[in-house]
């Protein structure tokens, strides 16, 4: 009798036992918030529209394929396909903020096509999006929709040969009007987003970044700076002379508003954000998709007229134009002269070397290269 108490006993205590730890499993499960993207998704790449604001002439669809590779719904194989190649990168979520970094420019992937070709998914650095409804809206430009929406099933019939009108079954005339309501307003957009120019965010003074943002970071210039690397000549620069630039070079860090879903400016050294290269290449410089030769700035072929600044030791190429949807500019900063930006997150400023800063509008998106 007094045995058959132990047993009980104890298997009331094991059971005890058991659920603790099981509710201590379930208590320290990680909590999923973010929404899983995965699926197969249609956008139109000649238009940055949604589909009822678009006209359907000249429209190019591309498929674009997301696939979750881990349980936080936070990262992502991605694969984007036109219609004579495709192009395969890694996506990255965190709120609702996107990083994703693609083999090729969606521009490379339809041969000869000479239609507009105004989105580019190649590289998606730091931008908001929205997911709902099977509707994912990036930095509220790019519509693509899930194959299993009512538009995602028609832009896959488009995108295998069907016609645009055949399929939406809607009058070129109801189109082209609303095309044109949602033109003019996204013009008036992109001309108050763009009006915080170049100078306002890359090209500051160094005096009021060191007033109103004080660096502890920043690394002692002047004669205690000492590196093998010679100084870069910014006058040759000007003038389209690159030599003075010829080496290894390496990206460090890259920011921009948000970046991570962080308040105001933020910067990371995080290695899956440092997917850059930064070459001497074809008479110019480039960081794979930004070239700058000469008073030339290029981002997907087209080219930009650049206007130069030198200031407290630096130069600054830039595009400074209202009317251009995004802004380009590549910033130079010699041995010893300080970078005029305010540091966070465990990045600093190393002014024991040349330094060159790769800058565009779209979130104001840098990154940051130091001469080896």
Not at 149 to 172: A, H, I, M, P, T
Not at 188 to 204: G, L, Y
Request: hydrophobic share 30%.
């Amino acid at each position: 009798m007094m045995k058959s108490r132990r047993t009980l006993r104890i298997l009331v205590g094991l059971v005890f036992i058991g659920g603790f730890l099981l509710a201590g499993c379930q208590k320290i499960k990680p909590k999923v918030t973010q929404p899983d993207l995965t699926g197969t998704y249609y956008y139109d790449v000649s238009n940055q529209f949604s589909v009822g604001q678009n006209d359907g002439q000249n429209d190019l669809i591309h498929v674009f394929y997301i696939r979750r590779t881990d349980m936080t719904n936070k990262k992502y194989d991605v694969e984007e396909k036109g219609s004579h190649s495709f192009s395969e990168g890694k996506m990255t979520v965190d709120g609702n903020i996107m990083n994703m970094h693609l083999s090729k420019s969606s521009k490379n992937l339809d041969g000869n096509f000479a239609g507009a070709r105004n989105a580019d998914i190649k590289k998606v650095r730091a931008l908001n999006f929205t997911f709902k409804n099977g509707l994912l809206i990036i930095n509220r430009q790019i519509f693509m929709y899930n194959d299993k929406s009512d538009n995602g099933r028609k832009l896959g019939k488009v995108f295998s040969g069907y016609d645009w009108d055949d399929v939406f079954q809607e009058s070129s005339a109801t189109r082209k009007s609303s095309s044109t309501q949602f033109s003019s307003s996204s013009n008036k957009m992109s001309s108050n987003s763009n009006s915080s120019a170049v100078s306002s965010s890359i090209s500051s003074s160094t005096a009021q970044a060191s007033s109103e943002h004080p660096n502890p970071n920043k690394v002692a210039s002047g004669s205690d700076v000492k590196s093998s690397v010679s100084s870069m000549d910014i006058n040759s620069i000007q003038n389209g002379d690159y030599s003075t630039l010829k080496g290894n070079w390496e990206e460090v860090a890259v920011s921009g508003s948000g970046l991570h879903g962080g308040q105001g400016l933020q910067w990371s050294k995080d290695p899956t954000d440092l997917s850059s290269n930064m070459k001497i290449e074809n008479g110019g410089i480039s960081d794979g998709d930004i070239l700058l030769n000469g008073n030339q700035i290029y981002e997907g072929g087209a080219p930009n007229y650049a206007d130069y600044a030198a200031e407290n030791g630096t130069l600054t190429a830039s595009t400074d134009n209202d009317d251009n949807p995004t802004n380009y500019a590549v910033k130079f900063y010699p041995k010893g002269v300080p970078i005029d930006m305010p540091f966070n997150n465990g990045v600093a400023d190393d002014t024991s070397t040349n330094r060159v800063i790769f800058w565009n509008s779209s979130n104001n998106y840098s990154e940051l290269f130091k001469q080896q």
